[in-house]
């Protein structure tokens, strides 16, 4: 089946320095959502890429899809201690109404 | 407009209980899931409902059974509880239609299984 793989599981920052989690897809994305769970809380969209080597900017935030549509990035520029929590992607690649397959995260540590 | 609304927040049971949690969603949509969360393996889909009346097996079902009442309401029932049960549940919908729409999600059930 379709599995999506996340890195770094962790990541430890200063306050100010600059976050990057990557997700790669064994199957052929049809779109990528990435959604973000503060510590305690639930998973909250933030945004779906379709295209091939589509690039979305939210703010700081900076996604990016991949040519061949297999794997995406986060990037965050001068993080702040609002960034905190569990970064997750998640892919779907067609065939069925199962839903998403979501990586297993990346959480994400800020140190003021 | 509560979104999605899952009940109860928290819960602790003995091995052998049985319990159902219950979700509803104001938002009309057509899909409805619930996942399970455990440290270090991320969101496992157990089981969605793509439309009223219908009902599919995600990863990890075993365990677990589901009933989409109705368009609102999906509820994920434990019938013999396991301590591998412990686990924070979130119940979930989307539009559907499309596979691959947004997915929201509720603020979780908190479920320790002794």
């Known amino acids: 089946g379709q599995q999506v793989m996340q890195i770094p599981q962790y990541q430890h920052v200063q306050e100010g320095e600059d976050f990057t989690t990557y997700c790669n897809s064994s199957?052929?994305?049809?779109?990528i959502q990435w959604y973000k769970q503060r510590p305690g809380g639930h998973p909250v969209f933030l945004i779906q890429?379709?295209?091939?080597?589509e690039v979305k900017k939210q703010k700081r935030l900076t996604f990016q899809f991949g040519e061949a549509k297999k794997n995406s990035s986060l990037h965050i520029t001068a993080t702040q201690t609002t960034d905190v929590g569990t970064y997750f992607c998640?892919?779907?690649?067609?065939?069925?109404?199962?839903?998403?397959?979501f990586g297993k995260g990346t959480h994400l540590i800020i140190q003021p | 407009n509560a979104g999605v609304t899952q009940t109860p927040k928290f819960q602790v049971l003995k091995t052998g209980q049985s319990m159902t949690l219950q979700c509803a969603q104001d938002?009309?949509?057509?899909?409805m899931y619930w996942y399970r969360q455990d440290p270090g393996m991320g969101l496992r889909l157990i089981y969605y409902?793509?439309?009223?009346?219908?009902?599919d097996k995600g990863e990890v079902p075993n365990g677990y059974n589901v009933s989409r009442l109705n368009k609102r309401e999906f509820s994920l029932r434990l019938e013999s509880a396991a301590p591998s049960q412990t686990s924070v549940y979130f119940c979930?919908?989307?539009?559907?239609?499309?596979?691959?729409?947004?997915?929201?999600f509720g603020e979780g059930s908190w479920l320790t299984v002794v």
């Open positions: 890429l379709v295209k091939s080597g």
């Open positions: 998640a892919g779907y690649s067609g065939g069925g109404a199962d839903g998403l397959t």
């Open positions: 409902s793509a439309s009223e009346g219908t009902t």
């Open positions: 199957t052929t994305l049809s779109n």
């Open positions: 938002m009309n949509h057509n899909s």
């Open positions: 979930a919908s989307s539009e559907g239609g499309e596979p691959g729409n947004t997915i929201y």
